[in-house]
């Protein structure tokens, strides 16, 4: 229309005038103003104003020419037709300007609302849309992988089917937060229901989307299973033993301090420490030590009641903690049951166990003052004292028993001290030929002076330096002074044989036959002078270092003895094939022959099992003129016993008369 109404324009001007003149124009730009300024007052105004000129700049023609007159009526059409199409296009211009913006933002909406769709769907986050009642509107391709389903199958399903009922109330609670405005998100955990297959854990996030007149939520799930796994693996391995399950020592330290904030009825705590434990590793395999730790555990488990703690401290040392011993006949009880789960043998495979354990107890009742301090450290006190009266068994401590280990302690501070001051010393005991009654030999016995304490029996310091990891030390110590009391001493030097004692720890220990060896040469004796006597125990002991020190000493010629005989786990099989020179009776079979009418027909036995192998035989404990007739008319070679002579120093021997001179009558 807008070209028409130009042509006319054009048109008019050029039938008036012959030519395009100024009110052409005029008309002309009073058509530019509405179509350019469309919808704009500047267009109306600008219309109208260029409309007005035109009728103005022809007004004068029309006046003066008649003909022209008609003109004036084209010149109000003219404008008629200006102002008219100026309101028409500002009307409709705006409205195709306000409908092109619109598509404008409809097609923004519309992109904007493709890219979220791209970016929901391909989010490897997994994210629903969740109405305001818990149904879910959408929900992407990972958030449908966790439940194991088609996304489509999820839609309209409401969120809490999807959980495990236990997890339903939690997210209720959640949702109703977040739909009521009082939060804007909330994080949280629930488990996700996989039909036949196990739940998983997941950790949610859910925010609140608000709209005009509804809330929506938006919820991020992440599968955390894994991560709570391992996180449960690790509190366990931080609070149980590997090996066989049981809490360990976090826990029972855990356990002892809650009963000493809540003081209970009665706490008794038992350690539990398997005897020899050590040599099942050493000959049927660290594996099968194992199977037997475990088994110790399920055997020890059974007699455990609800509510009681058992633990594994490490090594073969169990813990069982009862904080409702309400008094010590209780407390004993539970001792016997511990006792007894150690009677019937452990089967691992094809092997039948007979294994024991030493029991250490402590027992604190609910009287006033008594305090559960250090209740670890009295149990070991007590555990202690059980392996020293025998093992086997159970012992409960007491201050006495406190006292009398800070001895034990001095004595061994002490009895480093001696071994570095050479403050030990070495006392001999004659072995005196059976048939002739002659000195053929000494044996040499270390002793301990104590400055306090007086003469410390063998049997109290001896064990004591072997726990300490003494022994070796002082056994270096005393065969160093033999050595060189044999080569110095009349009497030792006129010896046949000077007998030595050496433990399996010295045998094991690296360098021992060496270092015996040298020591006796370095006093210029000869080896064959040597007795080294030895436990049957350590005759057996098949440790590689063991087996190296025997061979090393009997090839030099060295004689091995084998002490306390009798007592022992050796065989015939294994006498025979262990063959020592000598074989020394245990006192206490000499002993019995004066209450004991079979002990006289148990050491002919000895001696004739051992003369048959070729083995010399010594019968030590001889006290009485009865116990020497006795062993000298059972063939034994060799006899030792206070009736013959008591141990005495060095400086000493030179005083002691000849066994021969004594007279018949005191023999």
Known sequence: ??????????????????????????????????????????????????????????????????????????????????????????????????????????????????????????????????????????????????????????????????????????????????????????????????????????????????????????????????????????????????????????????????????????????????????????????????????????????????????????????????????????????????????????????????????????????????????????????????KETGKGGCTFFTPALRHDLASRVALSRDLATAITTDALSVAYQPLVAADSLEVVGFEALARLTHPELGSVPPDTFIPLAERSGLITALGEAVRGQVARDASSVAALAASSLIAVNASTKELRAEGFAPTLLRQWREADLTPSRLVLEITESAALDDAPATTRSLRILRDAGVHVAFDDFGTGYSSLAQLKQLRPDLVKIDRSFVAALDTDSSAHDIIESLVGLSHSLGIRVVAEGVESAGQLATVRAAGCDMIQGFYLGPPVAAAELAQTPHIATRPAADI
Not at 184 to 201: N, S
Not at 219 to 246: I, K, Q
Not at 306 to 323: A, P
Request: proline letters at 3%.
């Open 1 to 386: 229309m807008v070209g028409v109404v130009a042509l006319r324009l054009v048109a008019d001007a050029l039938q008036d005038h012959g030519a395009l003149g100024v009110p052409g124009f005029v008309w002309i730009l009073g058509l530019i103003f509405p179509v350019v300024f469309a919808g704009t007052a500047f267009g109306l105004v600008g219309s109208l104003g260029t409309a007005l000129i035109g009728v103005a700049l022809e007004l004068p023609t029309v006046l003066w020419l008649p003909h022209s007159r008609l003109a004036l009526w084209g010149s109000w059409t003219n404008l008629a037709t200006v102002v008219a199409l100026a309101i028409v296009l500002g009307d409709r211009y705006d409205a195709i300007l306000t409908g092109a913006a619109s598509d404008a933002r409809v097609r923004a909406r519309r992109l904007e609302e493709e890219r979220f769709a791209r970016a929901f769907e391909d989010n490897m986050a997994a994210m629903a849309l969740i109405s305001p009642h818990g149904q879910i509107l959408r929900a992407n391709r990972a958030f449908a992988d966790l439940h194991d389903v088609a996304p489509a199958v999820l839609v309209g399903q409401p969120l809490e089917q999807r959980v495990t009922p236990p997890d339903r109330r939690a997210l209720e609670e959640a949702r109703a937060l977040l739909v009521s405005g009082a939060r804007d998100g909330v994080q949280t955990t629930w488990r996700i229901e996989r039909g036949a297959q196990a739940p998983i854990t997941v950790e949610a996030t859910l925010t609140a989307v608000r709209l005009e007149s509804t809330c929506e939520l938006v919820a991020s799930l992440r599968d955390v299973t894994d991560e709570r796994r391992a996180t449960a693996r690790l509190a366990h391995a931080a609070h149980h033993d590997a090996l066989t399950g049981l809490a360990n020592r976090a826990v029972l330290l855990e356990r002892i301090a809650h009963a000493q904030a809540t003081r209970p009825a009665g706490l008794a705590l038992f350690i539990v420490d398997l005897d020899n434990f050590k040599e099942v590793n050493d000959t049927l395999g660290h594996q099968l030590g194992d199977q037997l730790l475990i088994a110790v555990a399920r055997r020890l488990q059974s007699v455990v009641r609800r509510g009681d703690l058992l633990c594994r401290l490490g090594g073969d040392e169990f813990v069982y903690l009862v904080e409702t011993a309400r008094d010590s006949a209780s407390a004993h009880r539970v001792a016997e049951r511990l006792v007894a789960a150690f009677r019937a043998p452990f089967r691992l495979g094809e092997h039948a166990l007979s294994q024991r354990a030493s029991i250490g107890a402590v027992h604190c009742d609910d009287a006033p003052g008594t305090e559960c301090d250090d209740v670890l450290r009295d149990a070991d006190i007590a555990l202690y004292h059980t």
